[in-house]
């Protein structure tokens, strides 16, 4: 009986392991997007779905992910076979795109976003500019990227001062660094404007001296930030359209132009060669500023200004301390620059106090300063850093002004004048 079941057994073993399946190849799992690849959006945003499938019930492991989130501000992967996108209003003037990677497993797919510009019932002015004013700054934005900065305005200078009622178009311009840096020219190119700060070539960039600038009647200035801007260059032809508020404007400026040089370096001249001073179309004016520079001593300043502005021609300051409120003259040293900062001078009576940049501002100068500006620009500036200032009372209420100076540059040049007459 025994032999019997132990066979019996064996038996039904065998039909067992007789009909167990051989192993069957794995299904490959399927994914796939049943709606559009593309969607266009419109510039009040929203929500748009995605469709997809997948063989077998494996949802959860659906992920869902934004390349800009400023765009695309909200994913929902909650529900089975569907992907709610919610999409931002756009309030630039500007189409953009962002994308959305969906991701199961080792599958993937790219969903694109288009979505239109913001629209506006603006409108449309159109100026014709006939001032260009500007200055290079060099590469002091991005290494090797050369920084412009240019004003357009429609008669808003006289003599290089802004006048009541003047509107000006002030933009910063990356592009390629000038071929010629003795005469600079704004590189010919479409300029586009951009925000993001990657500091491109070709582009308007919002560092902010970039807006639309006015000067009320009571000389009271104004700016707003433009929306958009977009500006072509072609030799002396500039052509930019820029959105401010509701308002496109259209400005063109056709003409010559220059550009002042503001590149800091460690020098404050940017003479070549010995100067003897031309004050003979200046007025000259002396004045007690008392302790201007907080250092116990009177300060002076004489002034020399053209005649014809500051448009043209010479301007000179010389900037002295003296013990006396009311006697400027004396013979006078330069002040060398303080032991405990090398930045500031070395303020004592007795001496006249060197042309010096305000900490790394290249536009911003104090001290004893000689300048000569052409069409309103300064085309030359050096200031008296070394030397001898002497000022003599003649007795009939003319006075004689001796300057014997070096300047700053790395090969330092002279700078004189011999002055003779009377202060106004």
């Given at each position: 009986m025994r032999r019997f079941i132990f066979m019996l057994f064996a038996a039904v073993s065998l039909f067992a392991?007789?009909?167990?399946?051989?192993?069957?190849?794995?299904?490959?799992?399927?994914?796939q997007i049943t709606s559009d690849t593309t969607v266009t959006m419109a510039a009040e945003g929203g929500t748009f779905v995605i469709a997809y499938t997948i063989s077998g019930d494996d949802y959860n492991n659906v992920t869902a992910e934004a390349d800009d989130t400023d765009i695309i501000n909200n994913i929902n992967t909650n529900q089975k076979g569907y992907i709610l996108v919610s999409v931002s209003a756009n309030e630039s003037y500007s189409e953009?795109?962002?994308?959305?990677?969906?991701?199961?497993?080792?599958?993937?797919?790219?969903?694109?976003?288009?979505?239109?510009a913001r629209v506006v019932n603006y409108e449309v002015v159109n100026i014709a500019a006939n001032q260009l004013v500007g200055k290079y700054y060099g590469d002091n934005i991005k290494e090797g990227v050369g920084h412009y900065w240019i004003i357009l305005t429609k008669d808003g200078f006289v003599d290089g001062a802004a006048v009541a009622g003047g509107e000006y178009f002030r933009l910063d311009l990356l592009a390629p660094m000038p071929k010629d840096e003795s005469n600079v020219r704004i590189p010919d190119g479409e300029y586009r404007f951009?925000?993001?700060?990657?500091y491109e070539e070709f582009t308007i960039v919002d560092i902010g001296n970039t807006d639309y600038s006015w000067v009320d009647d009571q000389m009271e200035g104004w700016a707003l930030p433009l929306a958009d801007a977009s500006l072509s260059v072609a030799g002396n032809r500039f052509e930019l359209v820029a959105v401010v508020e509701s308002t496109e404007y259209h400005v063109v400026f056709e003409g010559d132009y220059s550009l002042t040089t503001s590149v800091i370096t460690d020098h404050v001249s940017s003479l070549t060669q010995d100067a003897v001073i031309d004050v003979s179309n200046c007025s000259a004016s002396v004045a007690s500023y008392g302790d201007y520079w907080d250092c116990g001593c009177n300060n002076w300043?004489?002034?020399?200004?053209?005649?014809?502005?500051?448009?043209?021609?010479?301007y000179l300051v010389i900037d002295f301390l003296s013990n006396s409120t009311t006697d400027f003259t004396g013979r006078y040293v330069d002040s060398g620059f303080s032991a405990e900062d090398e930045t500031m001078p070395d303020f004592r009576p007795g001496v006249f106090v060197p042309g010096f940049r305000v900490a790394d501002d290249a536009d911003l100068l104090l001290g004893s300063l000689y300048m000569v500006y052409k069409d309103g620009l300064c085309v030359s500036q050096a200031p008296l850093y070394e030397g001898t200032v002497t000022i003599e009372a003649n007795g009939n209420g003319t006075y004689t002004i001796v300057i014997d100076a070096l300047d700053d540059a790395p090969e330092q040049n002279r700078i004189t004048l011999n002055w003779t007459g009377r202060f106004e």
């Amino acid at each position: 009986m025994r032999r019997f079941i132990f066979m019996l057994f064996a038996a039904v073993s065998l039909f067992a392991m007789s009909c167990e399946p051989k192993d069957a190849p794995e299904q490959e799992v399927e994914f796939q997007i049943t709606s559009d690849t593309t969607v266009t959006m419109a510039a009040e945003g929203g929500t748009f779905v995605i469709a997809y499938t997948i063989s077998g019930d494996d949802y959860n492991n659906v992920t869902a992910e934004a390349d800009d989130t400023d765009i695309i501000n909200n994913i929902n992967t909650n529900q089975k076979g569907y992907i709610l996108v919610s999409v931002s209003a756009n309030e630039s003037y500007s189409e953009r795109s962002a994308a959305v990677r969906i991701t199961y497993g080792e599958h993937s797919a790219i969903i694109r976003v288009n979505q239109a510009a913001r629209v506006v019932n603006y409108e449309v002015v159109n100026i014709a500019a006939n001032q260009l004013v500007g200055k290079y700054y060099g590469d002091n934005i991005k290494e090797g990227v050369g920084h412009y900065w240019i004003i357009l305005t429609k008669d808003g200078f006289v003599d290089g001062a802004a006048v009541a009622g003047g509107e000006y178009f002030r933009l910063d311009l990356l592009a390629p660094m000038p071929k010629d840096e003795s005469n600079v020219r704004i590189p010919d190119g479409e300029y586009r404007f951009d925000l993001s700060q990657n500091y491109e070539e070709f582009t308007i960039v919002d560092i902010g001296n970039t807006d639309y600038s006015w000067v009320d009647d009571q000389m009271e200035g104004w700016a707003l930030p433009l929306a958009d801007a977009s500006l072509s260059v072609a030799g002396n032809r500039f052509e930019l359209v820029a959105v401010v508020e509701s308002t496109e404007y259209h400005v063109v400026f056709e003409g010559d132009y220059s550009l002042t040089t503001s590149v800091i370096t460690d020098h404050v001249s940017s003479l070549t060669q010995d100067a003897v001073i031309d004050v003979s179309n200046c007025s000259a004016s002396v004045a007690s500023y008392g302790d201007y520079w907080d250092c116990g001593c009177n300060n002076w300043g004489i002034e020399f200004v053209c005649r014809n502005g500051m448009k043209n021609g010479t301007y000179l300051v010389i900037d002295f301390l003296s013990n006396s409120t009311t006697d400027f003259t004396g013979r006078y040293v330069d002040s060398g620059f303080s032991a405990e900062d090398e930045t500031m001078p070395d303020f004592r009576p007795g001496v006249f106090v060197p042309g010096f940049r305000v900490a790394d501002d290249a536009d911003l100068l104090l001290g004893s300063l000689y300048m000569v500006y052409k069409d309103g620009l300064c085309v030359s500036q050096a200031p008296l850093y070394e030397g001898t200032v002497t000022i003599e009372a003649n007795g009939n209420g003319t006075y004689t002004i001796v300057i014997d100076a070096l300047d700053d540059a790395p090969e330092q040049n002279r700078i004189t004048l011999n002055w003779t007459g009377r202060f106004e």
